[in-house]
């Protein structure tokens, strides 16, 4: 991926195309909510055009909109929960931390529980596996989005797999070798 | 039984492939076999997840939400030019040349009256029995403007009449009336469509005030209030 000319401003039609879908399904993956993740999307979206003149280059441009994403997301539900905390605000469930529901893609018994599955574990973790198995990023770029150090990742990816393999064992032992 | 070559393997290199050596190992072991097998499932689930479409209309709600902003933006932004320093400027120079033309210019002219509380009528008080000029201008509001004594000014009872001036004419005596010291005197005033003039009888000496109310074509109350202070030993 080539990183932008600074003195450009993001040509948002080709990003969309390129990427939208990605972080779309990025966003789904976090939150299991589709409207909430089709919002999330185009949050930031706007957030990377507001931003990117001061975006440095250090990575190629969808690290970045992964990022800001991340980031994102993780200030929502910070938001969310205390919303939910103080009672100023009734959050749905399936917001914060449980498997989507409105997604039409998920018809399948199978995806329903796995992506349940996934929501429900740890934030950090969750990031993890939706970035390396959903989103097909190396360890090191999941480092440098996440902001931490590939050993890290790497624990939180192991420690995750062993948390769904639990949960989804009926699946993982029918598709067993 | 508690193997774990596999599994450090595993958690160190996710998603590497296996030496044959480990390969080897993993025929042999059943709890790396068992925990290979578990694995490798799991990715193939993980990676068989399908990929959602984009939701409809999404780069359309995008450029919607992206023009919107901007719009505001632009509706917000303190874009300093000469207008904007000059606009406030011209308005400041208009409204200090008004109050001079006011008070400077027409000085024959009452001065602006000193209190002048809308509406504000004692609750006794009744303006009934107008008797209005059927050709006076229905939409004018009279303003009341003190004449003599001026407000806080010390007088003796030799120069005392109290007297107001009403601008633009008043078409109706008996909308008006005039109150001294929260008494009603306008039977034993002189009320006409420019003035009201009243003579007190005997006053003792100290602080007075004088209320002038008078109803509005448009029905409301004005009332303007302004004290005077009767000197002692003439009275």
Redesign the interface.
Known sequence: MKTMPKNQRLDFDQIIDKYGQKLFNLLLRLTGNYHLAQDLSQDVLLIAYKEYPKFRGDSDVFTWIYRIAINHHRKQIRKLRLKSLLGFDEVPSDVLSTAPDSDPAEQDEQNRTVAKAVALLPLEFKETIVLHYFQDQSCEKIAGIMGCSEGTVKSRLWRARKILARKLKSFVSETGV | MNCHLIENF???N??AALSDGLKQHAENCSTCKKL????????????A???????PH??F???S??AE?QLSQKKWRWEPNWLTIAMPAMALIVAFSVILMRYELFPDKPKTPINTPSASVPVNMTLAGTNSSPDAPQNTNTQIYPVWPGNEDAVDQDNLTIMASLYPDNYGTGRVKILLDDQDVSSESIIDKQHIAYMPQRLDAGQHMVTVIIQQPDGKHKSVSWSFYLLEGRS
């Open positions: 595993l958690q160190k996710p998603g290979l097998q578990e694995q490798n499932a799991l990715s193939g689930i993980l990676k997840m399908p990929q959602s479409d984009l939701p999404f780069g709600r995008f450029a939400r992206m902003k």
